[in-house]
């Protein structure tokens, strides 16, 4: 008789993302070029391709900061439909993916609120009606964890939080003891993504990519995702990639599309290059109040538009994006009463 | 809401607190700091005793030189001339190998061991009201050396008997739970600092006890705002109201008045 490692307790949470070890790797030998291929697509064409109804899809940055907001926005035009979405540390990102009902379930690290500004009224009335589903609970360092097992191809890693609390009892983690020290320590789960999706300052054609400022947990969930697609505010010759290797943060070969799109995060903050666009997000706050209100924003921002330059061009455009330039690198004109 | 007494300008409330907390910071140690009073506190403790505080922040920001208030805990001004700018893994990381001596954080409902509530309100599965989870709360209360909470809002209906959802880990269900649970040993919950006072946990029970009550608050106030009883010691003080050069520090870090000013 086989002996395993005893089972204490288990989360209750629904198990998402988890694939077998030996599964994953026979499909990234089998799916993942290792060939330098141009990969320039365009948004509609990367989102076409690469993300599908029912898709686990995690994004990366920071919640409203670094999010590829020109996918998202071009994710809802496509109408798709019961995502289920990683709530790592989602922000901005996922309470207009819920208010446009692309999303079916959450796994919820942290999701529904806006940090400072308070409560996302879409993504919260779309759990408390119950059209949204929280089906795991998590903390940020254990969902970080369980992409970082991902990207190391194994089934599982031990982490010392979660223990003891309600946020254990709803994740997938199992409750063991360390064979080394006999202390209990949680499991959780390896994460294996469906879809990932990154917005960075620079790329080349092939998708190395560099990153400015914190990575957040883009390093590991590159690796950790099945499909990639990254929008970069500029296509870099791959020269420059090859003249600082130590700066690439995400290599090629995990990469699926490449998208050149300025101002791709808007109206989310890009480090060193734009600010929030608060007014904006006010107006989304505001506005998703209602259903109604929810339904005014999407048309006027995702659906009354051919693409995201028609959107920046409705939000104000350069003279717009100069502005939150201006406030993200903390010039003196910051403080002008124009608005 | 206005504090004032007869040697003290006028102060707001959310001064007094961001002062507190900060006073509790000691120089040349490491802080784990969630969004807003947290963040106000830890780099007013930066401009003022503790110029060497190391700042930390969940998204990868590591010893900044905070300008302004960052409105996110990921945002440009968590790593404005950091030592580094880096990833959740390795700042997580950090944590759980007992880098960090403090984590400020904020608390929608607390009981009486200082376990933190910020996921649901109701039933898990179909929640009166959806909060947005623990965030890096869960892994702050878990692995910081010392956890201080920032609360404004002390009352029966956030300081709660039996919390509906415990996401963030206390001292569990009292002395020893937390090891016997399997979180890091010797770590924990320290202060909690509400519009009325300043509590701490009283060393064998646990229990959250009353250090200092803030200008104008007495007992009854702090016993009626609480399901719980809350331990009072024989020795209380009164807590030390802001100086004008904390205030006017607080209002060059939050110019517009986001978090200061309420």
């Keep these: 008789m086989e002996k395993n490692l005893e089972i204490i307790a288990e989360g209750e949470g629904e198990l998402l993302g988890w694939r077998d070890p030996d599964e994953n790797r026979a499909w990234i030998r089998d799916n ?66 819920i208010g446009a009902g692309c999303v079916s379930k959450v796994e919820c690290a942290y999701a529904f609120g806006h940090e400072l500004r308070g409560l996302s009224p879409a993504g919260r009335r779309a759990v408390e009606t119950g059209r949204v589903k929280v089906v795991a609970e998590i903390s940020n360092a254990a969902f970080q964890w369980r992409f970082l097992a991902g990207m190391m191809g194994i089934p599982f890693i031990p982490v010392r939080n ?21 202390k209990l320590v949680a499991l959780v789960p390896a994460a294996y993504p469906d879809v990932a999706l990154f917005h960075v300052p620079r790329c080349d054609k092939y998708g190395n990519a560099q990153i400015d400022g914190i990575l957040v947990e883009d390093f590991e969930l590159a690796r950790a995702s099945r499909r990639v697609i990254i929008s970069s505010e500029e296509i870099i010759d791959e020269e420059e990639i090859r003249r600082d290797p130590q700066k690439t943060v995400i290599p090629f070969y995990v990469v699926d599309a490449v998208c050149e799109v300025p101002c791709g995060a808007h109206p989310t903050l890009m480090p060193y290059l734009y ?9 989304w706050l505001t506005l998703s109040k209602t259903v ?7 048309d006027k921002y995702v659906h009354g538009v051919v693409d995201f330059h028609e959107y920046l061009e409705r939000l104000g455009g350069l003279r717009k994006m100069t502005k939150l330039k201006q406030i993200e690198q903390l010039r003196p004109s910051m403080l002008d009463s124009d608005s | 809401m206005s ?21 509790l910071l000691e120089d040349n140690r490491a802080v784990f700091v969630g969004t807003g009073l947290p963040i106000v506190a830890a780099t007013l403790a930066q401009r003022t005793h503790a110029p060497h505080i190391l700042i930390i922040f969940e998204a990868g920001g590591v010893g900044p030189q905070v300008p302004v208030l960052p409105i996110s805990v990921g945002d440009s001004r968590t790593f404005y001339k950091a030592v580094a700018a880096t990833s959740m893994h390795d700042v997580m990381s950090a944590s759980q190998a007992g880098y960090i001596d403090y984590g ?43 956890t201080v909470y920032i609360m404004r809002n002390q009352s029966t209906r956030t300081f709660m008997s039996e919390l509906d959802f415990i996401t963030t880990p206390g001292w569990l269900k009292g002395p020893g739970h937390r090891e016997k649970a399997g979180l890091p040993a010797g770590c924990g919950p320290y202060r909690v600092i509400t519009q009325l006072g300043v509590y701490g946990f009283e060393e064998t029970t646990k229990l959250l006890q009353l250090h200092s009550l803030h200008p104008g608050v007495t007992v009854e106030e702090v016993q009626a705002n609480s399901q719980f009883k809350i331990l009072i010691p024989d020795k209380v003080t ?7 050069v904390e205030r006017q520090i607080l209002r060059e ?7 200061i000013g309420k």
């Excluded at chain 1, 690469?50 to 071009?74: Q, S, T």
């Excluded at chain 1, 979660?162 to 006999?182: C, E, H, I, Q, Y």
């Excluded at chain 1, 600010?275 to 006010?282: C, P, S, T, V």
């Design chain 1, 162 to 182: 979660l223990l003891g609390t309600d946020t254990f009892a709803k994740s997938s983690a199992k409750l063991v003891r360390d064979p080394w020290s006999n």
């Design chain 2, 104 to 146: 400020f954080l904020g608390a929608a409902a607390i009981d009486a061991y200082g376990n933190i509530n910020t996921t649901v309100i109701g039933d898990w599965k179909q929640p009166k009201v959806r909060l947005p989870g623990s965030g890096g709360a869960n892994d702050v209360g878990s692995f910081c050396w010392r």
């Design chain 2, 253 to 259: 870090i939050d110019p517009e008045g986001m978090v």
């Design chain 2, 3 to 23: 504090i004032s007494d007869s040697t003290q300008s006028e102060y707001v409330l959310s001064e007094l607190l961001c002062c507190v907390a900060s006073r």
């Design chain 1, 32 to 97: 993942k070029s290792r060939g330098l291929i141009d990969k320039c697509i365009s948004v509609q064409e990367a989102v076409k391709r690469f993300v599908k109804d029912g898709d686990y899809l995690a994004v990366g940055g920071f919640g409203h900061i670094r999010i590829p907001m020109a996918i998202i926005y071009e994710i809802i035009r496509q109408g798709r439909r019961n995502l289920v979405v990683a709530g790592k540390t989602a922000v901005h990102d996922i309470d207009v993916l």
């Design chain 1, 292 to 298: 109604e209100g929810t339904e005014e924003y999407l």
């Design chain 2, 238 to 244: 009164v807590t030390q109201p802001p100086t004008e």
């Design chain 1, 275 to 283: 600010y929030f666009d608060e007014e904006h997000i006010h107006e």
